[in-house]
């Protein structure tokens, strides 16, 4: 029996490449990276607001899945410039910095879009027991 619930958020991109925005599996939910697009294909220009978006778009997939930014315990933050690590840092530990997750920060050559200077990606486990079967 398959206990994954999918959640889609729209991006174009989901269909053409074949993902879900996120997956929940029993208390697992897996947040796949995550650009910093408004609904309109536009994005900020700053790392510090592509940060806050990439969270907002996470939020609202957990949100979906059952769980909150409070619940998340893995992140995982690809950058195209080592210059944007300390904006970007201080957005993680404002929306996620209390939940004290175990975190990677990467500098990549690019990421899909030219104009994303950050790309985040979040796992989270819902609190209580084993799920039952």
């Not at 796949?32 to 978006?53: F, K, L």
């Not at 939020?59 to 690590?85: H, K």
Request: a negative charge; hydrophobic letters at 45%; aromatic letters at 4%.
């Amino acid at each position: 029996m398959d206990d994954r619930h999918r959640i889609v958020s729209g991006s174009p991109f989901e269909p053409a490449i074949g993902f879900s925005r996120a997956v929940r599996v029993g208390r697992r939910v897996l947040v796949s990276g995550t650009g910093p697009v408004w609904p309109d294909g536009s994005c900020p220009d700053d790392a510090a607001s592509q940060a806050r978006r990439c969270f907002e778009i996470i939020s609202l997939a957990l949100a979906e899945a059952g769980a909150g930014l409070d619940d998340v315990v893995r992140t995982r933050m690809y950058l195209t410039s080592p210059d944007d690590a300390e904006a970007v840092g201080a957005v993680h530990h404002e929306v996620v910095g209390h939940a004290r997750p175990a975190a990677t920060m990467v500098v990549v050559a690019a990421l899909l879009d030219p104009a994303w200077k950050v790309e985040i990606e979040a796992e989270a486990v819902l609190p209580g027991g084993e799920p039952s079967s």
